[in-house]
């Protein structure tokens, strides 16, 4: 790479199909953060809608710094090539983006375990200080990329921090999401639909924690082995997509759950004759009667309850 000079496709070809995919996760973004403005807002407090709102805000920030950092290489550089490995500032400004998303994202979980947990101290203090941390060396590797102005010397003294901030982000990533399915699964009890929807949201929490988890190690690993591709910065875009997806769908998902169907109540028909069914509102009400039975009327009542799933962050 320092006796001769990349060509576009082989610097950054890989890299640009990565961020081109990123555009198709930031719709979807901007999908769900309409969905959560216009329709699931509502019940959610002030800090919640500010953090929907900070998040969106730095996510079309990101993406504007995405396309500078397509222009300058896919337009510019080729007429010098020697651009190719000189770094762009775009490129620290996302990295500044992504840091801020996880920020962001990881701090709204972060506060709804110390909520379900019962606001235990020692666990809040565990989770905080791998985010302060990670957070640490994400803006110590942003800074190493205004001070070294190549990616060759960038590549040789960011190589510690780049590596603690993507194992701190997946240790994290792992702490939160664990963390949150064990509040999920002892909160279990006797009502079955309750534990349908306990389980729904275990899964969402072990996938979205599972899919950050490998993009950092992803991240990491590319960082390394492909010293002469630009393949990491692609999937540093990734993250951040997934982390704004992840918040935005955790609260959207909360209307669906709500409004999910109830089960209905069985009934043996085999023991009933000359039976009539009658609907009502409130309630379902069982007539039956049969021809032997003396003008007696059997009448099951079953009293129904609606339970409201929302968010416990107020």
């Known amino acids: 790479?320092?006796?001769?000079?990349?060509?576009?496709?082989?610097?950054?070809?890989?890299?640009?199909?990565?961020?081109?995919?990123?555009?198709?996760?930031?719709?979807?973004?901007?999908?769900?953060?309409?969905?959560?403005?216009?329709?699931?807002?509502?019940?959610?407090?002030?800090?919640?809608?500010?953090?929907?709102?900070?998040?969106?805000?730095?996510?079309?920030?990101?993406?504007?710094?995405?396309?500078?950092?397509?222009?300058?290489?896919?337009?510019?550089?080729?007429?010098?090539?020697?651009?190719?490995?000189?770094?762009?500032?775009?490129?620290?400004?996302?990295?500044?983006?992504?840091?801020?998303?996880?920020?962001?994202?990881?701090?709204?979980?972060?506060?709804?375990?110390?909520?379900?947990?019962?606001?235990?101290?020692?666990?809040?203090?565990?989770?905080?200080?791998?985010?302060?941390?990670?957070?640490?060396?994400?803006?110590?590797?942003?800074?190493?990329?205004?001070?070294?102005?190549?990616?060759?010397?960038?590549?040789?003294?960011?190589?510690?921090?780049?590596?603690?901030?993507?194992t701190l982000l997946a240790i994290a990533d792992f702490s939160i999401a664990s963390t949150m399915s064990y509040y999920l699964y002892v909160g279990q009890g006797l009502h079955q639909r309750t534990n349908r929807l306990l389980h729904t949201l275990m899964a969402y929490c072990v996938n979205t924690g599972l899919l950050t988890m490998i993009c950092s190690f992803a991240t990491l690993i590319t960082f390394v082995v492909f010293p002469e591709k630009l393949i990491f910065a692609g999937l540093v875009d990734v993250a951040s997509k997934l982390y704004a997806n992840s918040l935005l769908g955790s609260l959207n998902m909360r209307t669906l759950l709500r409004e999910s169907p109830k089960p209905a109540p069985s009934i043996n028909l085999n023991s009933l004759s000359g039976t009539t069914v009658q609907v009502r509102s409130g309630r379902s009400e069982v007539s039956a009667s049969k021809a032997k039975n003396t003008g007696k009327q059997i009448e099951i009542y079953q009293q129904t309850s609606t339970m409201n799933v929302s968010d416990s962050i107020h």
Not at 4 to 11: G, H, I, N, Y
Not at 17 to 24: K, M, P, S
Not at 81 to 88: E, G, K, Q, T, Y
Not at 90 to 101: D, H, L, R, Y
């Open 1 to 166: 790479m320092d006796t001769a000079l990349p060509t576009v496709a082989e610097f950054l070809g890989t890299c640009f199909i990565i961020i081109y995919l990123t555009f198709a996760l930031y719709g979807i973004s901007i999908a769900q953060g309409y969905e959560y403005a216009f329709v699931n807002q509502n019940r959610d407090s002030w800090y919640i809608k500010m953090t929907v709102c900070l998040m969106l805000i730095v996510e079309t920030i990101h993406t504007g710094l995405e396309i500078h950092f397509i222009y300058n290489y896919a337009m510019v550089a080729p007429q010098n090539p020697a651009l190719l490995l000189r770094i762009v500032w775009s490129s620290a400004a996302k990295i500044i983006c992504e840091s801020t998303v996880v920020i962001l994202v990881h701090s709204f979980y972060i506060r709804r375990i110390w909520i379900v947990s019962g606001r235990k101290v020692w666990l809040l203090a565990v989770l905080v200080s791998l985010l302060v941390a990670r957070t640490a060396f994400s803006f110590a590797t942003a800074g190493l990329m205004f001070v070294h102005d190549t990616w060759a010397g960038f590549r040789e003294t960011a190589l510690f921090t780049s590596i603690m901030s993507c």
